[in-house]
């Protein structure tokens, strides 16, 4: 069974950083893409950064390139999200999510959605 388990939410002032950590199982790691989506109140979901666990490609949305930075430890079955320079407009929840990288390619997970998700972790950056 799939299971992705996301930790590191909570608040911060505008400016500060916070690190997600999502840790998989229950699949062959170095065969998927891992990324996280974030859903704010009122708003359609979004993929904010996503990467293959196999040759490291990445991807990041417009809205965060050079504030957020996603890695792997594929000794640990763990992806982390370290984000700088918050805003209040990075407020939201954040999904782990993954999926079988076959026949397509990093951003295009990270644009339509991915198979499996996680619970979710709450980052609220006040102003």
């Known amino acids: 069974e799939v299971q992705l388990v996301e930790s590191g939410g909570g608040l911060v002032q505008a400016g500060g950083s916070l690190r997600l950590s999502c840790a998989a199982s229950?699949?062959?790691?170095?065969?998927?893409?891992i990324g996280w989506f974030r859903q704010a109140p009122g708003k359609e979901r979004e993929g904010v950064s996503c990467i293959s666990s196999s040759d490291g490609s990445t991807y990041y949305a417009d809205s965060v390139k050079g504030r957020f930075t996603i890695s792997s430890d594929n000794a640990k079955n763990t992806v982390y999200l370290q984000m700088n320079s918050l805003k209040p407009e990075d407020t939201a929840v954040y999904y782990c999510?993954?999926?079988?990288?076959?026949?397509?390619?990093?951003?295009?997970?990270?644009?339509?959605?991915?198979?499996?998700w996680g619970k979710g972790t709450l980052v609220t950056v006040s102003s």
């Open positions: 999510a993954a999926d079988p990288l076959v026949g397509t390619v990093v951003a295009a997970l990270c644009y339509y959605g991915m198979d499996y």
């Open positions: 229950g699949f062959t790691f170095d065969d998927y893409a």
